[in-house]
């Protein structure tokens, strides 16, 4: 089944504790992103990456990390969390020619 | 600067009744554009798309959208709603380039009265 997974789908954690969220997709796509969703705000991009080794800061990059070593992977990473790091995170695929993204079921991550 | 908006925050329709959900994109290039719904806790779900061509285009569940170019709208249509589709819907363009980047509007809250 082509799907997009992302771990965990739920994080507590306190500010400064670094933290991963990893994302995985099996659908063989050059393209990934992350957003996040807040309220009132839609979602944001915060990273995307055009295939392995390529990445570049979407539109909220402050205090996140992405690499993309390889095909697959994407994962997301808060060097030192803050409480305004809290939300609502979607892994997103595509393939470049199809312009369809496939999101992941989102990972609620709280930092207090 | 490119962005989608859906003027509507929250709207309430009988079971039944039909539904609109308006989306507006800016003006520029027409970007592709797409209808998402994200049930309570759940990840974002494609309804539909439009790249060109036919202005009325089909997608999942009964839903349907209509581009229309005059008034950069690109709104989201179902004849009669059912309980099921209570759940927040993202509009979103994508304006092309290198990002493959999604410009989402901020989400219209649909509520389904009995």
């Known amino acids: 089944e082509a799907q997009v997974t992302q771990n965990p789908r739920y994080l507590i954690t306190v500010t400064g504790k670094k933290l991963t969220v990893t994302c995985s997709q099996n659908?063989?796509?050059?393209?990934m992103s992350w957003y996040r969703q807040d309220p009132g705000l839609g979602l944001r991009q915060i990273y995307y990456s055009m295939n392995v080794e390529v990445t570049d800061k979407g539109d909220v990059p402050e205090g996140y990390k992405v690499s993309r070593k390889e095909k697959r992977n994407f994962p997301l990473i808060l060097e030192s969390p803050s409480p305004n790091q809290t939300s609502l995170y979607f892994c997103a695929s595509s393939s470049g020619d199809l312009y369809e993204q496939y999101f992941g079921p989102g990972t609620r991550l709280t930092v207090t | 600067a490119q962005s989608v908006t859906q003027p509507d925050i929250h709207i309430t329709v009988s079971e039944g009744a039909s539904l609109e959900l308006r989306c507006n994109y800016s003006y520029g290039a027409t970007p592709y554009l797409f209808w998402y719904v994200q049930s309570p806790g759940q990840g974002l779900q494609l309804l539909l798309k439009?790249?060109?061509?036919?202005?009325l285009v089909q997608g999942i569940k009964g839903f349907e959208a209509e581009f229309k170019r005059s008034q950069s709208s690109f709104n989201l249509r179902k004849p009669s709603v059912h309980w099921s589709d209570a759940a927040e819907y993202f509009c979103a363009g994508d304006y092309g380039g290198a990002t493959n980047k999604l410009i989402f509007g901020t989400g219209t809250l649909l509520a389904v009265q009995p």
């Open positions: 439009y790249f060109s061509g036919d202005t």
């Open positions: 659908m063989n796509h050059e393209y």
